[in-house]
């Protein structure tokens, strides 16, 4: 088999990370929580690196995986309102959302607030398409995207100034100790911001966003190493509602320790100790407040039995807990995952099984799988069949809100089926995709009887997906070239009418090309129509994007960004603004 099992799984330097056209083996973690490369992975994969990140020099995390294909983002406003991830035509509480393989969702809402992520904090990311629950447990529906935190090398900072009175400053550090490093970094950002809802107080909505990230690791021995990640963010936003004019507070934490534990050179045991908390404070008509906790610990141990065969296996361990101004009937539930992964490489032919069980505190348990069978068509072509299923757990709105909640909810289950196949064509790496989703037991609110003023969700929904994805990234003559393309068709199971903020099309293309000290890029977006909530119907939008960045020295370089150069009137949430045509000048340092 091509993988070959390491003691710095989830540390291997961001150079290994970084997708070149003509890297056929770049290594990849996510997909079964030990390393694989691309080309032996059974599921689409996509690898966002830091190099990319500098070329697009993006001002949020979803404006990064807006240009992903078969990922919509619906942002309720600007930089610091509400957006939701929908990833192939699921719900945006369907993909599951990892910093350095910790959970972030919120347990009230489900969902993952990626506007408190930071882009100059990230190393990479690592977005897997399809089910994963066999790997993971719950959420994994759509897919799983796992952000790594920033390995900073010397000393960088970064000072931004932009539209609507954008600010930003970012500072990293990284310094090695003996056989070990660490990494800090400060981000600090405002602005004014635009007015986000029509037809309510005309004002402009602003945000101020504070973060920091410490990360590192350090060897005790030759067979044992420790690893650590401590991430803080804090935000205010101003928000529109249709009822008053709202301010909000977001506080974000992680805590996470690691080991990592060489048995021999084939047998890796990883241990994970960590805390997500979310906490979120309303100042409407009254405070409000949400606070959620998960404590999560995890064991996986990875064995490469022979040179075709790789053994994985561990067991998750999650509390929850809820903190808020409203009373719950429940505030605390402990979920249990256990599960295997197996890996086998027979000449031409890998397969891959997977299968989990999760124990939920007060509902049903549920075992997920996943089968996989590769076949090499050539040492540069594979196709593949894959076969999963996932599901998602109800949360504590869900189940114990006090105006509604219903605690005889199951769990939402899907199955997929996919067929990929991926090319190396030596200056670029292309994949492609067709796939169908069926999901089951969708809650949706719904009256307790016919014709019933009380109302609370129940499983009474499904959905039927079927979609097409290509994706290729290539390196022609000294320019960089990403192009991908995704129909997602997501129908309501019981009407037939398409999901809400779901675009049918997708197009998206970026190239670079360096010119001695000059570098040039642009990136086009295209979504197509997509529905709202009550039948409204969004238009579809072009994105146009520009940037030049110029390094004045080995130290200094100065960028400046165009976004929405079109100046394109669209919405991805019915009657909430977006940013019309804007511009970011950056000047960095880096010793």
Known sequence: MKTQLSLIALTVSAANFQLHA????????????????????????????????????????????????????????????????FTRGTNS???????????????????????????????????????????????????????????????????????????????????????????????????DGFDVLNDVEPDDDGYEHLSFTATGFQPLSEQLRVNYLLQVAQ?????????????????????????????????????????????????????DLYETTRKQVSVVSANQINEGVVLTGGIDFQQE?????????????????????GQYQLEQYNLEVALRHDEVEGIESETTYNLGVGYDLSKFSNIALSHGTGFKTPTFNDLYYPFGGNDQLISETSTTTEIIYKHNFLIAVAQASVYTTEIDNLIAWAPTEEGSSVWMPFNINS??????????????????????FAYTDSEDGTTGEQLIR??????????????????????????????????????????????????????????????????????????????????????????
């Not at 995390?61 to 991830?85: K, Y």
């Not at 009373?327 to 995952?337: A, K, Q």
């Not at 079927?466 to 070239?481: K, P, S, V």
């Open 321 to 341: 807990n809820i903190d808020t101004s409203s009373t719950y009937t429940n505030e605390s539930r402990n979920i249990v995952g256990v599960f295997a992964h």
């Open 93 to 191: 509480n369907h993909t599951l959302v990892l910093v350095d393989g910790v959970r972030i969702s919120s347990a009230t809402l489900g969902s993952t607030n990626v506007q408190m992520i930071s882009p100059s904090q990230i190393e990479r990311i690592e977005i897997v398409k399809g089910p994963r629950a066999a790997i993971w447990g719950s959420d994994a529906i759509g897919g799983v995207i796992q952000i790594f935190t920033r390995k900073a090398e010397g000393i960088a900072a970064t000072a931004t100034v932009g539209s609507d009175n954008f600010q930003q400053l970012t500072a990293t550090v990284g310094f090695e100790h003996g056989e070990g490093a660490s990494s800090f970094s400060l981000s600090k950002e405002q602005t």
């Open 463 to 484: 959905a039927e997906i079927t979609g097409a994805e290509f994706d290729l990234r290539a390196n022609y003559l000294g320019y960089e070239h990403n192009l991908n």
């Open 235 to 287: 935000s205010d936003n101003d928000y529109d509602s249709a009822f008053w004019n709202n301010q909000s507070e977001k506080d974000n934490h992680i805590l996470a320790l690691g080991l990592d534990y060489t048995i021999s050179e084939h047998h890796n045991v990883q241990f994970k100790a960590s805390q997500a908390q979310d906490k979120n404070l309303d100042f409407g008509v009254a405070e």
């Open 22 to 85: 003509n890297d056929w083996e770049t290594i990849t973690v996510t997909g079964t929580r030990t390393e694989q490369s691309v080309s032996d992975s059974l599921a689409i994969t996509k690898i966002i690196s830091r190099q990319d990140i500098e070329l697009i020099k993006p001002n949020s995390l979803p404006e990064l995986l807006n240009q992903v294909a078969g990922i919509d983002i619906s942002q309720q406003g600007g930089r610091g309102q509400n957006a939701s991830v």
């Open 502 to 591: 779901r675009a049918k099309q997708h197009v998206n293309y970026s190239v670079n090309k360096s010119f001695k000290d000059v570098t040039l890029g642009v990136n086009y977006s295209y979504k197509g129509k997509r529905l709202d909530s009550g039948g409204i119907e969004l238009d579809a939008y072009s994105l146009l994007n520009v940037i030049a960045l110029y390094e004045i020295s080995s130290s200094f370089s100065i960028d400046l960004k165009l976004t929405n150069v079109l100046d394109e009137d669209y919405q991805t949430a019915a009657n909430y603004n977006t940013q019309g045509q804007a511009f970011y000048l950056g000047v960095s340092y880096q010793q």
